[in-house]
């Protein structure tokens, strides 16, 4: 291989991405559409350490002494809210975008874990709801498959008004990927391409959505937890009108959430980092005095139970994973390294949620390539996956003395930048200075 | 709290509310036909009814009113306020007087009837109900409708159908404008023939030779950027 000549300078402002996206753009005339979610560097979780205790703090015995982590969700209104042994959920994604096999080791793996899955846009399988033992159902603008004998099987119903990949924008699913099963649960055509509206239909704002939601519990006797989800923008402003339409649960996705299709351009210029959205969100419940009373769900890059105990110490009750879920699954292994280069990708690079030729059987709808993934072992994939993230939170948590994750506060955090610590809200480390904080 | 006695029960919304209203219809297991006094524009009347009733609301109602109605008959002797009927599976609600918007919104079966006008995004996201309006239906009605049959014996305002799936809409009077994808048809036999079934179903005595047949083009089926304007 032929070494680069040192004395070549690539632009910082047109680096090679952004000519060969200049490049691309020009030869096909569309823009690109692709999943995951954003993939530029963003002030994250990474950039906030853990104040372990010491002299001024006693821990709690690693190994022995109790770090409780279960989470009641909906207890404001609903007869019969859900009480989960882990404060880690899985985020809706939708049969059409997953493949049955993937709904099915979601909702095995989830309730393994003792923790709730999530249906998406699409409407409930049976394959998701025979293998979930706490199943939320999405109420999206499209209303695909939408209808009240499901709901009233759901265990918790969650409003959309938004993604974190995408807030302010509908869905697309492409025609590859419109099997006659995914057609006929959206009553539309085989293989054409489904566009999921970004607006409900019938109805324009938070006093509207009130008046739904009280539809929505006398239809469900007032027994299902109601949840609002929300994309990461005006998240503070967001909440209060949340709250204030009757939620039960706020659902805060960070723009780092995935997506199963959605423009490049869309999923890294809107929305902020799940960083700032969580003391925004936090800020309006304790506002409004229904911090902890209004659980709140934080969702968007979650990987370890270092951003599990991160994101409950700034005042979540529990998050949601989606992208580290199918992950865990076994999307990007390294086991479809051949097929991933046929598709002009490699583990650790595929994104490509939107065309439906996963070699993992994961974001497909081809009979054959689903074949490869086993709804059992992958289920079985993701109760570890879940375990090992409890257990990390736990570990930090018992090193910080504290009983129960909830108990974790932002007080047991500082930051490492300037940025992290603006937006989280708490002091960059080893000063008492939080940028933006009133003296 | 509200309890159905007999076959012809009389529930005084205002005086039981709408809660135990509610789960009066929907707790009593034998066929039933039930009046609701004093609606005074309640909201989520009569919503997620799941069995053979017939409900009679003697007065105007709020939103969503009969909201995913199985089964049940309801019919509104008043107006209905927004998503009169939305995602309705079965059965037959009736409006005597005018509807808000998103009439009959996403509702996946059954007859929705609209004596009198309907609003704006009549019918949005239909998804196989069949609407019949008796008056005038607002803008962007149809939107995105996928499935099922809507029906206007008066004129529809602008952009009827945008981005329409198979919806088939039939209208008597003047169309303000078509949305995107949304095209006039040809009335053949088989489409005069199922007007009329449901102009008799419905109780109205039209013609079908008067209205005009409207459906999807198919171009935005697929997106491509050639048709990004229409977007």
């Known amino acids: 291989m032929t070494r680069p000549n040192p004395a070549l300078r690539e632009s910082a402002t047109f680096d090679r991405r952004a000519i060969a996206e200049i490049q691309r753009a020009a030869e096909t005339g569309i823009y690109d559409i692709r999943g995951w979610g954003a993939k530029r560097p963003l002030p994250h979780f990474d950039d906030l350490l853990f104040l372990g205790a010491s002299m001024s703090r006693y821990p709690l015995e690693g190994y022995r002494e109790r770090c409780d982590t279960d989470v009641v969700l909906g207890d404001r209104h609903a007869k019969h809210p859900l009480h989960l042994d882990i404060p880690i959920t899985i985020a809706g994604m939708s049969f059409g975008a997953l493949s049955g096999q993937a709904k099915e080791a979601l909702g095995r793996g989830a309730s393994l874990a003792g923790t709730s899955t999530t249906t998406g846009d699409g409407g409930m399988t049976t394959e998701e709801r025979g293998q979930s033992k706490h199943l939320v159902y999405q109420y999206l603008p499209s209303r695909y498959g939408m209808n009240p004998d499901d709901l009233r099987k759901a265990d918790a119903i969650e409003i959309v008004l938004g993604q974190g990949a995408k807030p302010g924008g509908g869905g697309m699913l492409l025609g590859q990927k419109i099997s006659a099963r995914v057609a006929g649960m959206r009553t539309l055509p085989e293989g054409i391409d489904q566009r999921s509206a970004c607006r409900h239909p019938d109805w324009t704002g938070p006093d509207d959505l009130a008046i739904k939601i009280l539809e929505l519990r006398e239809i469900t006797q007032w027994e299902k937890p109601i949840y609002i989800k929300i994309g990461a923008t005006r998240t503070y402003y967001d909440v209060k009108l949340a709250v204030k339409a009757g939620a039960d649960v706020v659902v805060v996705d960070g723009m780092q959430g995935g997506t199963a299709a959605t423009q490049d351009v869309f999923i890294e210029n809107v929305g902020i980092p799940t960083l700032a959205a969580i003391p925004q969100a936090v800020q309006a419940l304790q506002e409004l005095g229904v911090h902890r009373k209004v659980q709140l769900i934080i969702s968007g890059g979650i990987r370890t139970g270092a951003d599990v105990a991160k994101a409950m110490a700034l005042g979540a009750d529990a998050v949601a994973i989606g992208t580290a879920a199918l992950i865990a699954l076994g999307d990007n292994s390294p086991r479809f390294a051949a097929q991933y280069e046929a598709l002009g990708s490699a583990p650790g690079f595929y994104d490509d949620f939107q065309d439906g030729r996963d070699p993992a059987g994961i974001s497909t709808q081809d009979p054959e390539l689903a074949k490869n993934l086993d709804p059992v072992e992958g289920g079985r994939r993701l109760a570890n996956y879940l375990r090992v993230l409890t257990m990390e939170a736990q570990t930090l948590a018992r090193a910080c003395g504290k009983s129960h994750l909830h108990n974790l506060e932002p007080e047991d955090l500082v930051a490492l930048t300037v940025e992290a610590a603006a937006m989280a809200r708490v002091p960059l480390a080893g000063t008492t200075w939080i940028p933006g904080a009133l003296a | ?231």
């Open chain 2, 1 to 231: 709290m509200a309890a159905i006695v007999s076959e012809r029960t009389v529930l005084d919304v205002a005086e039981s509310g709408t809660r135990a209203v509610n789960s009066a219809l929907m707790a009593a297991d034998v066929p039933a036909a039930v009046t609701l006094a004093n609606p005074r524009g309640a909201h989520a009347l009569a919503c997620g009814l799941d069995r053979d009733i017939a409900v009679t609301v003697e007065g105007h109602v709020g939103y969503y009113c009969a909201g995913m109605n199985q089964h049940a008959t309801v019919t509104i002797d008043g107006s209905a306020g927004v998503g009169v009927a939305e995602n309705m599976m079965s059965g037959t609600v009736r409006v005597r007087g005018d509807a808000s918007q998103s009439a009959g919104a996403t509702a996946h079966g059954g007859l929705l009837v609209i004596e009198g006008n309907a609003g704006a995004r009549c019918g949005i996201s239909m998804k196989g109900v069949d609407i019949v309006v008796g008056g005038n239906i607002g803008h962007m009605s149809a939107f995105m409708g996928q499935a099922g049959r809507l029906v206007v014996l008066g004129d529809a305002g602008e952009a009827l159908g945008d981005s329409l799936y198979e919806a088939r809409i039939y209208v008597r009077g003047k169309v303000a404008s078509l949305g995107a994808d949304c095209v006039r048809k040809p009335m053949r036999p088989e489409h005069l023939t199922e007007l009329r079934d449901l102009l008799t179903t419905a109780g109205f005595d039209a013609d079908p030779a008067d209205f005009t047949r409207y459906g999807s083009a198919r171009h935005l089926y697929h997106f491509h950027v050639d048709n990004a304007a229409a977007y």
